[in-house]
């Protein structure tokens, strides 16, 4: 790990704490909680649960608080109400985040906590994240940014301090609908069954893509020959109808987070 960026970090979090860390579970926010327990700061977690949540970051989210005895909070907030969400335009993002960080912030401060963070770093800003301005409006600090973190420094970091990390970065359900479809919880349902079946089948990195009527599956890379063994492969198509797709697709070039950003230089 380099040296000078832990103690940038180190120096920026002294001034924020007491803070409260905005955590998904998953490696971003999790090296963050786990490198401010390490410097002993005064600071908690809180995971938002929303109709766009994974169920399993929910899970991890838990299981670590647990282990490493950091203070955890959930709060649950609804955004199927919100037309300027579920409408899906390329803007989703941007009122997502502003309201969640605003419920977010609300809770930190009635428990104590002076500020929210959350684990932005350096390696997002060559995507598409609408979602930054909300923070920047909201005064949501990013230290992890701010410090020079990468998301490769992130893992060196999450190894020395000997946390397990996922090899695939992780992103909310609403993420695998293209932008300009309205987002419903029966989409969002579907998306996860087809996503936790073929992750019981032992891939990982999974994303199901909804363009109705299709299903378009994307893999690691070095997972994409067992998609091809019959077997395996008639089972992911039979539960593919079974949800009510009519194809089952993969993707040739494989698991890509932010993939459906790529949509918004076509319009």
Not at 97 to 105: A, C, G, S, V
Not at 138 to 166: C, N, W
Not at 205 to 225: F, K, T
Request: glycine share 6%.
């Amino acid at each position: 790990m380099d040296k000078d960026k832990l103690q940038q970090l180190q120096n920026i979090l002294k001034v924020l704490e007491p803070y409260a860390i905005a955590y998904s579970g998953g490696n971003d926010s999790t090296f963050l909680a786990a490198i401010s327990q390490h410097f002993s700061m005064d600071f908690c977690l809180i995971h938002c649960i929303s109709e766009f949540t994974i169920l399993s970051d929910t899970d991890r989210a838990r299981i670590f608080a647990h282990e490493h005895n950091i203070p955890y909070h959930e709060i649950n907030i609804s955004v199927m109400g919100i037309g300027e969400i579920v409408t899906n335009n390329k803007d989703r993002c941007y009122h997502c985040k502003k309201k969640l960080f605003n419920e977010i912030q609300k809770y930190a401060l009635h428990n104590g906590f002076k500020n929210v963070i959350d684990a932005g770093n350096v390696s997002d800003i060559a995507d598409y994240r609408p979602g930054k301005k909300a923070l920047i409006e909201l005064g949501v600090r990013s230290p992890l940014l701010e410090a020079g973190f990468t998301k490769g420094d992130i893992i060196r970091g999450l190894q020395m301090l000997h946390i397990p990390y996922s090899k695939t970065s992780n992103a909310c359900l609403a993420s695998r609908v293209p932008y300009g479809t309205d987002i419903t919880r029966e989409i969002l349902e579907t998306i996860q069954k087809a996503e936790d079946f073929i992750l019981s089948l032992g891939f990982e990195g999974v994303r199901v893509r909804y363009h109705y009527p299709i299903a378009r599956i994307e893999l690691m890379l070095q997972d994409m020959p067992r998609i091809f063994d019959s077997t395996v492969r008639d089972k992911i198509v039979a539960f593919c109808k079974q949800l009510g797709f009519l194809y089952a697709a993969v993707d040739l070039e494989g698991f890509k987070s932010g993939n459906l950003n790529r949509m918004l230089h076509h319009e």
